[in-house]
């Protein structure tokens, strides 16, 4: 049964100040660590909604994008063609084959050194490693000396890491972890990838 409207405003004053108590708080200002982890869709484009607001405020972003053989994204095209924004796709020279374990080692670090350079760059106020995740569950990077790196970036600098299976190390340093649960995709209905939702 609805509530009357006495009861609705009691219970809003109450609800009120519940949240007041809890801006009050959350008074602190630090570089956060964000994982977007999961196998529905929303991770990598949550990411880049991140990179814009940044932008809208003045500041500046780095974006390190692994395992991406195509270049032809819709956030490539807009963000990194933007004043502030620094974008490295870095996975171009993974083999997909086994018998090339080595090469691919090679890369993963290649990689990692940009994204090191990132994580240095004071001037950035946000640092997006996008589809991180396989690298580490690949072995091809080591996870401590990941979180290593990670845990010694600026201290105002924020860092949101992408892709499934984030591994346990990666969920203990984050400050805010976000799963996303697949319900259901369109691709599994016979639809294919459509630029501006998809890429
Ligand atoms: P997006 O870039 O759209 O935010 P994502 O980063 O969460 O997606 P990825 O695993 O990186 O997901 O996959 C990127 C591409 O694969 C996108 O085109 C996305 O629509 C598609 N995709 C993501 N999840 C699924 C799924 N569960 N089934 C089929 N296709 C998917
Ligand atoms: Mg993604």
């Not at 977007?36 to 869709?41: E, R």
């Not at 290649?110 to 690949?138: F, I, M």
Request: charged letters at 25%; one cysteine or more; proline letters at 3%.
């Amino acid at each position: 049964m609805p509530d009357n409207s006495e009861q609705h405003s009691l219970r809003m004053v109450r609800k009120k100040s519940v949240v007041d108590a809890a801006i009050a708080r959350a008074d602190q200002d630090k570089g956060l660590l964000l994982v977007l982890t999961g196998n529905g869709k929303g991770k990598s484009s949550s990411a880049f909604g991140m990179v814009a607001r940044t932008l809208g405020y003045g500041y500046k972003a780095g974006v390190a994008q692994f395992l991406k053989s195509r270049r032809d994204t819709g956030e490539e095209r807009f963000l990194g063609d933007q004043p502030g924004v620094q974008w490295h796709v870095l996975g171009d020279g993974f083999t997909w084959d086994t018998q090339n374990l080595d090469a691919d080692i090679a890369t993963a670090k290649r990689g990692w050194d940009v994204a090191k350079a990132l994580l240095s760059d004071d001037t950035l106020h946000l640092v997006v490693l996008d589809e991180l995740t396989y690298l580490l569950n690949y072995g091809y990077l080591d996870a401590d000396q990941v979180c290593r790196d990670l845990a010694s970036r600026p201290p105002m600098q924020h860092v949101v890491i992408t892709g499934r299976a984030a591994p346990d190390c990666l969920l203990e340093i984050a400050d805010t972890v976000s799963e996303i649960r697949d319900v259901k995709h369109a691709y599994r209905a016979g639809v294919r990838a459509q630029p501006g939702i998809d890429l």
